[in-house]
């Protein structure tokens, strides 16, 4: 079945304990991509990947950094995290071209205590 | 500053009434307009995109309109039904000439559309 699988669901962790959500996309495509979904501000992009080892940040950047060593994998790692780090993370994948939108995992939600 | 103003918040409709949801933009490098549905405790998944060159775009019961001039886009779902309650988002990306997207995409703020039977 084709689709982006992200790790974990859930997950709660504490202040400043450095933490990395997996993301792992089956359909070969090019572009992957991170959004946080926060009530009442949609979704924003944090960081975006036109392919291996090419990244560019997205609108919310700060505190988050990203990978792309393999066309499959986008990680998202928070090294340092905050309570306003707090929200529902999407991991996204797309072919390259017009038409294609991009398809979602099911999501991560995540609480900084 | 939110580059896609999106409206209503939450809209109720009655079954078989219109639903119609607004976006705005700002940036007029954008050219790929794409529409997402989202259902709870699942992530978004495209339902229809529009490109600038036409103004209206129509697939089933759901439809795009365009106006260029006035960098607004509106989502039209007609028949609506209780299956539709979901939360519609507005977006926008740039596409460069080759008609490939550079990859960013910016969303609105979301509309939370409950569909009464």
């Known amino acids: 079945e084709a689709q982006v699988t992200q790790n974990p669901r859930y997950l709660i962790t504490v202040t400043g304990k450095k933490l990395t959500v997996t993301c792992s996309q089956n359909?070969?495509?090019?572009?992957m991509s991170w959004y946080r979904q926060d009530p009442g501000l949609g979704l924003r992009q944090i960081y975006y990947?036109?392919?291996?080892?090419v990244t560019d940040k997205g609108d919310v950047p700060e505190g988050y950094k990203v990978s792309r060593k393999e066309k499959r994998n986008f990680p998202l790692i928070l090294e340092s995290p905050s309570p306003n780090q707090t929200s529902l993370y999407f991991c996204?994948?797309?072919?390259?071209?017009w038409g294609y939108g991009y398809t979602f995992g099911s999501g991560t939600r995540l609480t900084v205590v | 500053q939110q580059q896609v103003k999106q409206s209503p918040q939450s809209l109720i409709v009655q079954k078989g009434g219109i639903s119609i949801i607004n976006c705005a933009y700002e940036?007029?490098?954008?050219?790929?307009f794409p529409w997402y549905q989202q259902f709870p405790g699942k992530g978004p998944a495209l339902l229809i995109a529009?490109?600038?060159?036409?103004s209206e775009k129509k697939e089933g019961r759901f439809t795009i309109s365009f106006n260029k001039s006035a960098k607004q886009f509106s989502l039209h779902i007609m028949d609506s039904q209780p299956g539709d309650s979901a939360t519609y988002f507005c977006a926008a990306s740039v596409m460069n000439a080759g008609g490939t997207s550079y990859g960013k995409l910016t969303f609105g703020q979301g509309t939370i559309l409950t569909v009464h039977p």
């Open positions: 359909m070969n495509h090019e572009y």
């Open positions: 940036n007029t490098a954008f050219d790929y």
């Open positions: 996204a994948s797309s072919m390259r071209g």
């Open positions: 990947s036109m392919n291996v080892e």
């Open positions: 529009i490109r600038p060159d036409v």
